[in-house]
């Protein structure tokens, strides 16, 4: 008898977007979703973090540390984002500095309850569901330079058959044989950097066979960017959020990326 | 016994190869292994010999890869190993820039094109003007860097800039300001840059002075082992594998025949291991 597949709704990092959030939340639960995990980074970026974990705290939904989360939850000085380039680290420090400010203690300490993993099996698929990669909680896993070998060494090294990760901000799909396959989830903070203001998260269904299908979310960014605004938070963000270009923390993408990129 | 911390091989992530040897058509003053037209202390690699090596890689599960020399497009079979490299995987080559004619560039666009994965190019700048950069690299090579990355703007292809502090105050915001707007200037509208402290061995040593005795590595904790590039990467030359791109000149740092074998702890006795250690450098982009 083939399996009934199971459909699980995976969210990217969030980075304080909470109206892509409601639109997220909205549009799962229209669909046949049976479970639904967020991947971390809940701040950054965005206005008024606390209202995220609010959101994620009241609906009970299950998920795990980013960076984020576990550099608000020990309380380091960085949000250890992993970027190299100073003029990344300009712009990351801005976010963390005004995210550690505006979470609350007890939205710190729930995060620092989270896990760093989440494993589960579906009809005889292991899941993986990590923040980066399930290394390193700030790897960049970016499309053009996960070579499918390297992947395969990650499933080997993690007894996974499926990963999952976020934190790059791009989401993309390899089913890289032997039925495994690694996922980015992308994220619902910010656009794609393809000049669409719409976000992406992402539907996982498992029977015999595995589909990841990448769901568009468009949300009320004129909201958000006017909010983001008021709460001073650098211009060059906001016109990310209206333009969905990347204006900042644009160096740590690789050759082929930073191509499609407009700046 | 030993007085030195060893760096373990947490995870072999990325693949050096020294491509071109250590021959290249110039002689920078400041070339940590004094490459030269001359030096063949490290001969070039065929196709034949990458494609063995990308093999090994492939079982072990690389991430990336790198080309360096000398100059690897003095390798005449660079398009070709390239090609073999981005069916595989990503690839970075470090170049002078001063063979990078217009139908070499043509040709690095095809393989962009064609292939899935990432192809960066890194062009070695040493100063701010033609004055600077050729007291380092020798006369005439900034004019020829000049057309190197002209035609590389003409096919789209946007290369990091690498300097390195030989450039005076290069590593400062106000040298990296400067730098910025210099490649902004070549037509590069999203400027990338690389900037890499001096290596005091090779020809730097005449130039400046070598490592003092107390510039060596007396401990090593975990997270300093995990940022340093021994800890996650191996070089391939013609006479083996190598620890890491910088330590060529010491017959020491030859680790073995095949890759794997090499996948083992080193010690971290040299005065450059200091240097990476205090300036958390990684040769990676």
Known sequence: MPNVALNVALIGGIYSNYHA??????????????????????????????RVPELLRARNIPGIQGNYEESLASGRADCNCGYTDPRDNVYAQISYDYTFEQTSDDHKRWMGTLPKSIRFDINGKRVLLSHGSPRRINEFLWRSTSPDPFLHRL?????????????????????????????NAGVIGRPANDGRTNVWYTILSIDDEVRVEFIPIAYDHDALAREMRAEK???EFVATIESGWWTTCLESLPAKERMASRY | MSEHPHVPMLSLDTVWFQVAGTICNIACTHCFISCSPKNHSHEMLSLADVEQRLAEAKRLGVKEHYFTGGEPFMNRDMIAILRATLQQGPATVLTNGMLLRREICRQLRELVDASEYSLDIRVSLDGFDAAS?????????????????????????NPVITVTEAAEGAGSEEG??????????????KPRLKVLPLFRIGAEVTRT????????LTTLSEEDASVLQCSTSRMITSKGVYVCPILLDYDEARMSDTIEESLRPFPLKFGACHTCWVDGVSCRT
């Open chain 1, 21 to 50: 959030l409601v639109a997220t939340l909205d549009d799962i639960a229209n669909r046949n979703v049976d479970f639904t995990y967020f991947l971390g980074d809940l701040g950054a970026f965005g206005p008024h973090p606390d």
């Open chain 1, 155 to 183: 499933c080997d090294e993690h007894d996974a058959d499926i990963i999952i990760c976020t934190h790059s901000g791009l989401h993309w799909h390899k089913a890289i044989g032997h039925g495994r396959h690694v996922v």
């Open chain 1, 233 to 235: 938070l650098p211009e």
């Open chain 2, 133 to 157: 950069h050729d007291a380092i690299r020798g006369a005439g090579v900034w004019d020829r860097v000049m057309i190197g990355l002209r035609n590389l703007a003409e096919v789209d292809i």
């Open chain 2, 176 to 189: 990296r300001a400067q730098f910025l707007d210099l490649i902004r200037s070549f037509g590069f509208t």
């Open chain 2, 209 to 216: 002075h070598g490592y003092e005795p107390w510039e060596k």
